[in-house]
């Protein structure tokens, strides 16, 4: 069951065709269903997407993630560093063992949390909220860049 109410509660929905629905009422439940709150949750959420003010607000705000993370690939090429990703789901990876590690350890020292991810954990994420305010999202790439230039001033062992 997903976040589908945006308050983080559970709320899960069957959807089956009507000729294979044989249940009565409440005999079909469990602990993802009926929750009114979830319900209502949802139904508000849902509003956020009657139109395109969310929609383009995430590919804006995800570009400005993407110009931020080509920064400091050009800035620091003794990171190896390559941007991936898309909107708000984006990250830096290096071909270096350790430097995302480095960079999420450097972040979060200055309040911002940040995860791995790659079969090597070789990536540094950014996945804020689609609802970031835009303040938010500057003061986390300000945390951000100056944690990449902390890890830069480090001595690096290339992978090559």
Partial sequence: SKAISGLGLPMALVLIRPDLDQWNP??????????????V???EALDYWRDDALKNDILAKGQR??????????????LELSARGRGLIQ???SGIDGIA???CHEAFNR??????????????KVMPPLT??????EAGLDIIEKSVAHV????IKSAA
Avoid at 65 to 78: G, T
Avoid at 111 to 124: K, N, R
């Fill in 91 to 93: 990250g830096l990876a």
């Fill in 26 to 39: 409440g005999e079909h439940n469990g602990t993802f269903r009926g929750n009114n709150l979830a319900f």
């Fill in 101 to 103: 590690g480095d960079i």
């Fill in 65 to 78: 993630v993407r110009d931020c993370l080509d920064k400091l690939v050009a800035r620091y090429p003794d």
């Fill in 41 to 43: 949750a949802a139904a």
């Fill in 111 to 124: 309040g911002l949390i940040m995860e791995t991810a790659g079969v090597h954990a070789q990536v540094a």
């Fill in 132 to 137: 970031i305010d835009a303040a938010v999202l």
């Fill in 152 to 155: 830069a001033k480090r001595p």
